[in-house]
């Protein structure tokens, strides 16, 4: 479970990887958000990514693509609901887990 310093009273924030991809992640939005973290790790290890805001929820990630362009993310998946551990291909999981650590909130 990552820990980032919590930008209102500067103590330690404990948060799990898995908010990025849920629509009421990070408090529903009202927490701080890391989703932009999320994103700089996939990106650092080459992968192209799509975060956008949620209307008033979470900044969610709704793309990730390959070096090839190959959409990671299937159609059939229900953004913003669905447990990405369910759906997110295990190279992508054991990356966020070895940078961000196992958190398994959704």
Not at 16 to 24: M, P, V
Not at 74 to 96: F, K, M, Q
């Amino acid at each position: 479970m990552p820990i980032s310093t919590c930008h209102t009273c500067g103590g330690h924030y404990q948060w799990d990887w898995e908010d990025a991809f849920d629509k009421f992640g990070f408090g529903d939005g009202d927490g701080q958000v890391e989703t932009d973290t999320v994103v700089a790790v996939l990106e650092n290890a080459g992968f192209s990514v799509e975060a956008h805001p949620w209307g008033l929820h979470n900044v969610v990630i709704l793309s990730i693509k390959d070096r090839d362009g190959t959409e990671l993310i299937a159609d059939t998946v229900t953004a913003g609901y669905d447990a990405p551990r369910s759906y997110l291909p295990r190279r992508i999981i054991r990356l966020l887990d070895r940078e961000l650590g196992k958190g398994g909130a959704s």
